[in-house]
């Protein structure tokens, strides 16, 4: 994530993703927890 544009907009975009209601969990390997990457997309409308 890149929040230097719009750094409140990152902000958003994490409260989002904190309040989800999907059972994050981590990754694991042989029963281990592993590094992994994500991408997940959140689209902004902004106007009046």
């Known amino acids: 994530m890149n929040p230097e544009p719009f750094p409140m907009l990152a902000d958003e975009a994490l409260r989002v993703f904190y309040r989800s209601p ?3 969990k ?3 390997n042989d029963g281990e927890p592993v590094r992994t990457g ?3 997309p959140i689209k902004f409308k ?3």
């Open 38 to 40: 994500m991408t997940l």
């Open 22 to 24: 999907y059972p994050w």
């Open 26 to 28: 981590a990754s694991t």
């Open 46 to 48: 902004l106007g009046r």
